[in-house]
């Protein structure tokens, strides 16, 4: 397996627009979880979901974050408008059983909102 | 909810030091415990994990122990190399929920 796999890896765009953030977790993988890691802020869970459904979104920063799992296979995290404050390094990681198995982490997205 | 308390947020060695890092944890229903370390511009990567049955688990130069009754588990590495230069982060399972919740990492500097 390749792993998780996250694009675009970098992403550099002006405040007010519309930001898409992909993974595709590991097959056979149920949990999928959505972090945001800034200097700051340390390591912060955003949202994850249980097979394809969103379980926790109590990270989500505010309305204009929002993601979505339509399948197994793929997850978007989207950012409507995005503000300089959102520039951060994104990471997509997947388990097997939630928190009793590792977590495999993507290599993350670094976004960038001038 | 569980909350994970790290600490030092930094700690540098001399190479072939031993380096400790503690985090302790608030949920008595937490049961697993892992340690990722992240190399500068890499991604969280497992190096060692503990569960609740079991009070110490080693592997090579690096060790995990942990306290239940003190709700507290430690890193441990033996003989740091320059290698060994990252942010190590702690994480403890969130009792009956699916995710981890991570400590806010140790940054750690091992000087040759």
């Known amino acids: 397996d390749a792993g998780v796999i996250q694009s675009p890896r970098h992403e550099v765009t002006e405040m007010g627009q519309e930001v898409t953030l992909r993974c595709k977790p590991i097959?056979?993988?149920?949990?999928l979880f959505w972090y945001r890691q800034t200097m700051m802020r340390g390591l912060e869970l955003l949202i994850y979901?249980?097979?394809?459904?969103?379980?926790?979104d109590s990270g989500m920063p505010e309305d204009r974050f929002s993601a979505k799992m339509p399948n197994a296979s793929f997850s978007t995290l989207k950012i409507q408008p995005s503000e300089p404050r959102d520039s951060a390094v994104y990471f997509c990681?997947?388990?097997?059983?939630?928190?009793?198995?590792?977590?495999?982490f993507g290599p993350g997205t670094r976004l960038t909102v001038l | 909810g569980e909350n994970v308390e790290q600490h030092p947020s930094t700690l540098s060695v001399q190479e072939g030091d031993s380096a400790v890092i503690k985090c302790t944890y608030s949920?008595?229903?937490?049961?697993?415990f892992p340690w990722y370390k992240q190399e500068l511009g890499k991604r969280p990567q497992l190096i060692i994990d503990?569960?609740?049955?079991?009070g110490e688990k080693k592997d090579q130069r690096i060790a995990v122990t942990l306290n239940k009754t003190a709700k507290h588990f430690s890193l441990h590495i033996t003989e740091t190399q320059p290698e060994d230069s990252a942010v190590y982060f702690c994480?403890?399972?969130?009792?009956?929920?699916?995710?981890?919740?991570f400590g806010k990492g140790t940054k750690l500097s091992v000087k040759p």
């Open positions: 990681a997947s388990s097997f059983g939630g928190a009793r198995g590792e977590q495999f």
């Open positions: 097959s056979g993988h149920d949990y």
């Open positions: 979901f249980n097979n394809n459904v969103p379980i926790d």
């Open positions: 949920d008595s229903a937490s049961n697993y």
């Open positions: 503990i569960r609740s049955n079991v």
């Open positions: 994480a403890a399972s969130s009792g009956s929920q699916g995710n981890l919740i």
